[in-house]
């Protein structure tokens, strides 16, 4: 293997304690899919983009899909490569050195996922409850707030007991959100008095503006965005060099087809008109398979669809709850963080400690959010996407810069290895710098500071607190952050 690295290539443990072979492609790709949350994600997304850009809702999707994909082309190169469960940690540290590995591929993927663990955790502990308690209980933000923190700890102790567990968990869940999807969709077709259904939809030049185009493509990003967590799991999967690549182009094709599908279902029976069940309505618009759901499916379905949200959040907080710790762990093992977070269980195999630190993490932070103000975890919740650009877009030029020598093999070679990820770091990269513009209003979600918004405070305060934390450890890890690569290999097993 050639090493095309700013610094040297971090040595790959051989072995970090993880069982092997524990799930193949079909499993792989339900964690894949499972951790987008799809009927969540469509849910509080549509209506979002169609309140940007009417009933061209569709056209923005397919549009938002292609750094997505381009992405997955550099995720798939990358892990061929160099499977290891750190992912974007490994890949960034061994092209662009130890620095911009741990902030770029360490640090932001992991606080983009604890932020999302409590985005998941409150609408999961919010759906669920709305099904199956009674208003007072389910309008309470004391009773979400703590079934939001039992539904952290449910799945970190599922993700404790391991991979194969989680993956069968998450059949009959994502079973549930892609059955509800397709029967709205139906239904939604099928069902009289609705608007007119129409190809332009899907028109990519009809957008008024750059600006309207943009905004939505960037909404579009977070209704794509957790198929990368997936490949964490390579470690664990049969064939680790192949099946996961494999599996992320599947997963966000799957994705890529069912929100279209449903989202010209919903414009075609609903228009996008600003009354009634308009997906221009606000009050439709912030969750349109609740909004839509009893006038397409009834009351008694709309309910099972309004569960297969709270399943979907759920379902996604399970493989967050599961891909976190090995990021960790992998930065551990190679000496870039803690040798805690290299803890195996001896009988599950499993990043113990990771898992129990990350869910407690999680947990403090949605209860620290709340008591400050719903409306500040919402921005949380809102800088997710500036992180997810930001990472995905080092990579995907992490990806084209390591391979440079060796794109002339081949016309595949240079498109795959190449030209894509290089397009979709770049598009990935431009969202960032144009989201970063939108969120320094303060104007911009729901809180601000010193006329800055709140949003930007929080997603570049991350990264700016990832740079200070980084600092702090480099005089504890000088083996990886002076030469890319840990002096000792530190796994052990816990004794519990």
Not at 12 to 25: H, Q
Not at 161 to 170: K, N, P, S
Not at 178 to 184: E, I, K, P, T, Y
Not at 229 to 258: Q, W, Y
Request: glycine letters at 12%; charged letters at 10%.
């Amino acid at each position: 293997m050639t090493t095309d690295a700013a610094g040297a290539p971090p040595d790959t443990p051989p072995g970090k304690g993880l069982r092997s072979g524990s799930v193949g492609l079909l499993a792989t790709v339900a964690l894949g899919l499972a951790s987008v949350a799809p009927a969540y994600s469509f849910a509080v997304t549509l209506g979002l983009v169609t309140l940007v850009v009417g009933d061209l809702a569709p056209a923005a999707l397919l549009l938002g899909f292609v750094p997505i994909l381009l992405t997955a082309f550099a995720f798939r190169a990358l892990n061929r490569e160099m499977p290891d469960c750190g992912t974007t940690f490994v890949w960034n540290t061994r092209v662009l050195g130890p620095a911009a590995g741990w902030l770029a591929g360490g640090w932001i993927p992991l606080v983009a996922i604890v932020f999302a663990m409590t985005a998941l955790a409150r609408v999961g502990a919010g759906a669920l409850l709305g099904f199956a308690a009674p208003d007072a209980v389910a309008d309470s933000s004391a009773a979400v707030a703590a079934t939001a923190v039992l539904l952290i700890a449910l799945t970190a102790l599922v993700a404790y007991r391991g991979v194969r567990l989680a993956a069968r968990v998450q059949y009959a869940m994502l079973g549930l959100q892609l059955v509800a999807l397709l029967a709205f969709g139906v239904a939604a077709l099928v069902r009289e008095g609705g608007a007119t259904p129409s190809p332009g939809f899907f028109d990519p030049l009809g957008f008024d503006g750059f600006g309207s185009l943009t905004e939505a493509v960037l909404l579009c990003l977070y209704i794509y965005w957790g198929w990368d967590a997936l490949i964490t799991f390579n470690e664990e999967t049969a064939d680790s060099g192949r099946t996961p690549g494999r599996a992320a182009l599947i997963s966000t094709v799957v994705l890529l087809v069912t929100y279209l599908f449903t989202a010209f279902a919903a414009i075609s029976f609903a228009g996008t008109g600003s009354s009634g069940l308009g997906l221009g309505n606000a009050m439709v618009a912030g969750d349109v398979l609740t909004g839509l759901g009893p006038a397409v499916l009834g009351d008694a379905l709309a309910k099972v669809v309004r569960l297969a949200i709270g399943v979907s959040a759920v379902g996604a907080l399970l493989t967050s709850a599961a891909a976190a710790p090995r990021t960790a762990l992998s930065m551990s093992a190679h000496g870039a963080l803690p040798g805690a977070f290299a803890r195996i269980h001896p009988r599950h195999r499993t990043p113990a400690f990771g898992t129990v630190f990350f869910g407690g993490a999680a947990a403090a932070v949605l209860v620290l959010l709340t008591v400050v103000s719903t409306d500040f975890l919402g921005d949380a919740i809102r800088c997710v996407g500036l992180l997810i650009a930001l990472y995905y877009g080092v990579t995907g030029i992490a990806c084209a810069w390591y391979f440079r020598h060796r794109l002339r093999g081949s016309v595949r070679d240079l498109l795959t290895r190449g030209v894509m990820p290089f397009l979709g770091g770049l598009m990935m990269l431009a969202a960032f710098a144009r989201s970063a513009y939108d969120m320094f209003d303060p104007a911009y979600g729901s809180t601000s500071l010193g006329g800055v918004g709140g949003v930007f405070l929080l997603g570049v305060g991350s990264v700016l607190a990832g740079a200070l934390v980084m600092t702090a450890l480099r005089g504890r890890h000088t083996g990886f952050f002076r030469h890319g690569r840990t002096a000792v290999t530190r796994l052990t097993v816990t004794e519990n």
